[in-house]
Each structure stands twice: as C-alpha cells, then as structure tokens.
C-alpha cells in the first residue's frame, strides 16, 4: 500500500497512557491518571510530532502506525562481565505494549492524524536499546491500493 510517510523519534522514558483514577475530596470529584509522568511523555511526543509537521496538513482517511519502542535495560540485567546469560532478551515486563501505544497515538492525534479512530493497521514493539524513546511512522492507506493488494493474493485470506 501506497501513501504519504510521516517518521520521526520521540527521545525519553517512554510512559503508558494507563487507567484513569478518581476520587472524591471533599464535595469535589478529582480524575487524575494512574502513572504520574503519562501527561510529560505525551507533550515530549506532541512536541516531537509538531515539529515534524510544521506545514503539513493532518493526514485523513485511514492510516497504518508502526511503533517501535525502545527500553532501557535494568541494571540487574548486568555483571562484572557484561550482560548476564540470563538476562531477558527482549521486554515481556512492563510497562504493557498497549498502554505505551495509547500513550503515543493520544500524542499524535489533532497533529498528525485528526483521530486515533483512522488506525487501520497497528504495529507495535517493545525492545532493550541504549537510547530510550519510540521510532514512531505513520503512512497513509488508500482504499485503492487495499483493493489491488486484495486482489494480488487471489482470493487467499490476508
């Protein structure tokens, strides 16, 4: 599938969206998020976003998002020599992938796309790197190129 490509790198301590909490103090109902640093990770990736888009247009109509995230190590993962044999080779802890996704297209919509809705495809991973952020692409899908695809695999399920 063919389309307009967006790709930027967002730099920091990527953190999921999380659930909302509420509470009451007093006679006032107060809803705050579960992760306290959510609200800093998503103005880092609207930053990022805006300065990648400056006179760009939103994209419209549906839209493929492949994430690549990139986590820093634990320390406990190393010894004296390096890292451990039985150190995890990839990140199946957390923070969850889900959440880390909601947390960046909550970062990109009113910038890139005009709604997280226009994700038709979603691809997204979670790996040990030295530098922290989330390789984030965006490209755009046409309905046109979907149908010639569907019809270059003779009827096969895609």
Not at 91 to 110: F, H
Not at 119 to 143: F, N, P, W
């Amino acid at each position: 599938m063919g389309g307009c490509v967006i790709s930027f790198f967002v730099y920091g301590r990527p953190a999921p969206k999380g659930s909302m909490r509420a509470f009451v103090r007093g006679a006032r109902a107060i809803v705050t998020h579960d992760n306290t640093r959510t609200q800093a990770w998503g103005q880092a990736v609207a930053c990022a976003a805006l300065d990648v888009m400056r006179e760009r247009e939103l994209m419209l109509g549906a839209v493929s998002v492949t994430l690549r995230f990139a986590l820093r190590r634990p320390l406990g993962h190393y010894g004296k020599r390096g890292l451990r044999p039985s150190a995890r080779v990839q990140p199946d802890v957390k923070p969850d992938l889900d959440k880390l996704a909601r947390a960046v297209l909550d970062g990109i919509t009113g910038i890139v796309i005009r709604d997280d809705a226009q994700v038709c495809e979603l691809m997204a991973i979670k790996t040990y790197d030295d530098v922290q952020g989330v390789e984030i692409s965006v490209r755009a899908t046409s309905q046109d190129a979907y149908d010639k695809e569907r019809e270059t695999h003779d009827g096969s399920e895609i």
